[in-house]
C-alpha cells in the first residue's frame, strides 16, 4: 500500500535551518507530483511546496518563497523540503501529500503522519 513517512522535524532557533524528507513507498514515485503541506496549532491546513514528478517545476507558498526549497530524488523515491531562515511563524507539524489516479481517472490522496517543525524565537 501507499506509504508515506516524514523525518528531521525537530526545534530550532529562528534563523536556523531544517531539511525534512518524505520516504515512500507502493506507488510509482517518479510519475507523481509531491506536495508539503503544514498545519499551525488552530490554523488549517496549507499548501507549502510542490514539485512536479519530473522535478523541472516547482511552486511555494509566498510566505515561504526564496527560504524554502523542495526537491526530489526518484531513484530514492524521497521528496526534500529544505527550510532555511526559519521564523517562529514556520513553527506547525509538515506534512507529506501526493495524489494518485487510477486508470479509471479516480482520485486517491495520501498523506504522511507529520512531523513537527518548532521554531523558537
Known amino acids: 500500500q501507499v506509504q508515506l513517512v516524514e523525518s528531521g522535524g525537530g526545534l530550532v532557533q529562528a534563523g536556523g535551518s531544517l531539511r525534512l524528507s518524505c520516504s515512500t513507498s507502493?506507488?510509482?514515485?517518479?510519475?507523481?507530483?509531491m506536495s508539503w503541506y503544514r498545519q499551525a496549532p488552530g490554523k488549517e491546513r496549507e499548501l507549502v511546496a510542490v514539485?512536479?514528478?519530473?522535478?523541472?517545476?516547482?511552486d511555494y507558498a509566498e510566505s515561504v518563497k526564496g527560504r524554502f526549497t523542495i526537491s526530489r530524488d526518484n531513484d530514492k523515491n524521497t521528496v526534500y523540503l529544505q527550510m532555511n531562515s526559519l521564523k517562529p511563524e514556520d513553527t506547525a507539524v509538515y506534512y507529506c501529500?501526493?495524489?494518485?489516479?487510477?486508470?479509471?481517472?479516480?482520485?486517491?490522496?495520501?498523506w504522511g503522519q507529520g512531523t513537527q517543525v518548532t521554531v523558537s524565537s
Open positions: 507502493g506507488f510509482t514515485f517518479s510519475g507523481a507530483a
Open positions: 501529500n501526493t495524489v494518485l489516479r487510477s486508470l479509471w481517472g479516480r482520485r486517491y490522496e495520501y
Open positions: 514539485i512536479q514528478s519530473s522535478g523541472g517545476t516547482m
